[in-house]
């Protein structure tokens, strides 16, 4: 096989790791590519371990069905994920989708770009009772958020997106992007303010005043369990914009 070196990608995510960046807006669904340029499969949902301090840790990048299908959420996500086990009833891994190390990550441009050949990257992560615990990034988008009273004008609020921070030679989840409407609904006009189409830009603005940036930490407590975010009157809210 002919070992083709690409092209140094660009994008918003320069120099990677060491930028601050949102999963949802800049990881999923984009295509993964390998170093020799072949495609492997899109980022249809992104792994979070947690590490031994609490902090959420992006650790892979989760590929097929069985990772795709749960975020559709609710009873149609449930059915898909369904129909998808009963596909192949007889292979034991048939629920546990494909996983690159996000460790393979050397950039990220419009595509995702990765420092391994394709041949043999795609791989299932085994399941260990007495390993770190594993979230995915879809469990979180769209639970809904408990927020203090008049914190952000809507009564019902959702999880967005989560910006991911670097922190020496890691990257964490540092807060979450909450407010009404559904993951994607900002389509990236909360970045820069020359974002266009202008009035594009604007409506989506408009639509999204009330999201905020809430920051994890202090009174801030995610229920994996019943799918929800409770925020205290403790915690620190910051408009996503300004």
């Known amino acids: 096989m002919r070992d083709y070196e690409p092209p140094p990608h660009r994008g918003p995510l320069e120099p990677w790791p060491d930028t601050e960046y949102d999963a949802a807006l800049h990881l999923l669904d984009r295509q993964i590519v390998a170093r020799d340029g072949r495609l492997v499969g899109k980022v249809d949902d992104v792994e979070l371990t947690v590490d031994p301090d609490g902090a959420l840790v992006p650790t892979g990048l989760l590929v097929g069905g069985a990772a795709l299908l749960p975020r559709f959420g609710g009873r149609l996500g449930s059915w898909l994920s369904a129909r998808h086990e009963q596909i192949a009833v007889a292979r034991a891994d048939r629920t546990t989708p494909y996983v690159v190390d996000i460790g393979l990550v050397d950039g990220?441009?419009?595509e995702v770009h990765v420092s391994e050949l394709r041949e043999g990257l795609?791989?299932?992560?085994?399941?260990?009772p007495e390993g770190p615990t594993r979230h995915r990034l879809g469990?979180?988008?769209?639970?809904?958020?408990?927020?203090?009273?008049?914190?952000?004008?809507r009564s019902k609020v959702h999880v967005l997106d989560v910006k991911i921070t670097p922190d020496a030679g890691t990257q964490h989840v540092s807060a979450l992007v909450v407010g009404p409407g559904r993951p994607g609904s900002l389509l990236g006009y909360d970045r820069r303010d020359d974002q266009g189409p202008l009035l594009v830009a604007a409506v989506v603005r408009r639509?999204?005043?009330?999201?905020?940036?809430?920051?994890?930490?202090?009174?801030?407590?995610?229920?994996?369990?019943?799918?929800?975010?409770?925020?205290?009157?403790?915690?620190?809210?910051?408009?996503?914009?300004?």
């Open 139 to 153: 469990e979180l988008l769209e639970m809904e958020v408990r927020m203090p009273a008049g914190s952000t004008g």
């Open 122 to 128: 795609l791989a299932r992560r085994t399941p260990d």
């Open 108 to 110: 990220v441009s419009s």
């Open 207 to 242: 639509l999204h005043r009330h999201a905020r940036v809430v920051e994890l930490g202090h009174d801030v407590d995610i229920v994996w369990a019943t799918g929800e975010v409770r925020v205290g009157p403790g915690a620190t809210i910051r408009p996503l914009r300004g």
